[in-house]
């Protein structure tokens, strides 16, 4: 990314990050406990999730509605996925097979193959933008690429992690209740991570590129 003028002081917005996430924790732990739906971890993760789209909407205008458009809507897209509308208006979500292979109506087909167009567009461009400007500065063991990598590493485990009983279960494997909601905790714990590190990488770049 090239430096932008645009990457000014962020220390007060950074201060409300850090208790906007701690005011969500808080929250969702007295709404719905730590690890049900809208607890404490999913109502944090989502907050994260915002204030890096905030972050970059506010303090990198010219990079958000610009050439880097597509990193603030894959954060938005994660912000709708963390809350489950990919599958909370139809029976199948759109990232299923079953959408598109069953009898679905066909408006949902297209609505789905078109969340999945952008998806994939976000993603394209974020390897073809962003990749190689990603990689030399994991090389440089820059701050803000480091945390990128753990946090990727973070989603991928908890995406892992995600329903594992039921994936074990085939091979005659079957959790308890302690470690099913053992699991649940570890992914929903990976999540606020991955979110996080999104945010943190974000607050690093500016700080080293302001």
């Not at 990198?60 to 509605?65: D, F, I, Q, T």
């Not at 590493?153 to 279960?169: E, F, I, N, P, T």
């Amino acid at each position: 990314m090239p430096i932008h003028d645009d990457a000014t002081k962020i220390r007060p917005y950074g201060d409300f990050c850090v208790w906007g996430i701690i005011a969500a924790f808080a929250f969702g732990w007295w709404k719905a406990g730590l690890i049900n739906e809208g607890g404490a971890l999913e109502l944090a993760t989502v907050i994260a999730l915002v204030l890096t789209f905030g972050l970059f909407i506010l303090r990198l205008p010219s990079l958000a509605m610009g050439p880097e458009w597509h990193l603030p809507a894959l954060t938005l897209l994660f912000v709708l996925r963390e809350l489950d509308f990919d599958k909370r208006f139809m029976e199948v979500g759109v990232l299923k097979l079953r959408l598109y292979s069953g009898d679905a109506p066909l408006v949902l087909k297209f609505i789905g193959a078109m969340v999945i167009a952008i998806v994939l567009i976000c993603l394209y461009r974020v390897v073809r933008h962003n990749g190689r400007a990603f990689l030399v500065a994991l090389r440089a063991r820059e701050g803000w690429a480091i945390t990128i990598a753990l946090g990727f590493v973070s989603g991928v485990v908890a995406k892992s992690v995600d329903g594992l009983g039921r994936k074990l279960a085939p091979f005659g494997v079957e959790l308890s209740e302690a470690q099913g909601l053992f699991t649940i905790f570890v992914e929903e714990f990976l999540e606020l991570g991955f979110a996080t590190a999104l945010l943190i990488s974000l607050f690093l770049w500016i700080r080293g590129y302001a």
